[in-house]
C-alpha cells in the first residue's frame, strides 16, 4: 500500500492550502485517515483524523481553521487549511489504518506514513 500526498507549498501568513492524500494498493477496508505535521527538531504531531464513518478529531492548535475530508471511492483525504500562521509550518505526513482482504476482522489494522509534504508559511 502507497500514500501519494501533495499540495504543500509555500504561503503568506493568512492564506490558504489544500492538501491530498490517495492511497492505492491492495486495501479492504480503510479505517481511519489522518495528518500529522513535523517541525524541524519537534516531534511528529497529530493535526487531524478522520474515520470511515466521516467522524474527525482536531488537534487543539488547528480547531477552527483546518478541515480534514475523504472521498471513500477514491480512497482519498484532504486537508483544507485556512488562516495558516508561521507555526503551521512543517512537513505533513498523511497516514491511514486499514485491513487487507486477508486480515480483516482480525486484530488490528496496517498502518502506513506518506511520504510527507513541505508547507510553508512566510511572509
Known amino acids: 500500500v502507497q500514500l501519494q500526498a501533495s499540495g504543500g507549498g509555500l504561503v503568506q501568513p493568512g492564506g490558504s492550502l489544500r492538501l491530498s492524500c490517495a492511497a492505492s494498493?491492495?486495501?479492504?477496508?480503510?479505517?481511519?485517515m489522518g495528518w500529522y505535521r513535523q517541525a524541524p527538531g519537534e516531534q511528529r504531531d497529530l493535526v487531524a483524523t478522520?474515520?470511515?464513518?466521516?467522524?474527525?478529531n482536531y488537534a487543539e492548535f488547528v480547531k477552527g481553521r483546518f478541515t480534514i475530508s475523504r472521498d471513500n471511492d477514491k480512497n482519498t483525504v484532504y486537508l483544507q487549511m485556512n488562516y495558516l500562521k508561521s507555526e503551521d509550518t512543517a512537513v505533513y505526513y498523511c497516514?491511514?489504518?486499514?485491513?487487507?482482504?486477508?486480515?480483516?476482522?482480525?486484530?488490528?489494522?496496517?498502518?502506513?506514513w506518506g511520504q510527507g509534504t513541505q508547507v510553508t508559511v512566510s511572509s
Open positions: 497516514n491511514v489504518q486499514y485491513y487487507t482482504i486477508g486480515t480483516y476482522g482480525m486484530g488490528s489494522p496496517y498502518r502506513v
Open positions: 494498493g491492495s486495501i479492504y477496508r480503510i479505517v481511519a
Open positions: 478522520i474515520t470511515s464513518g466521516h467522524d474527525t
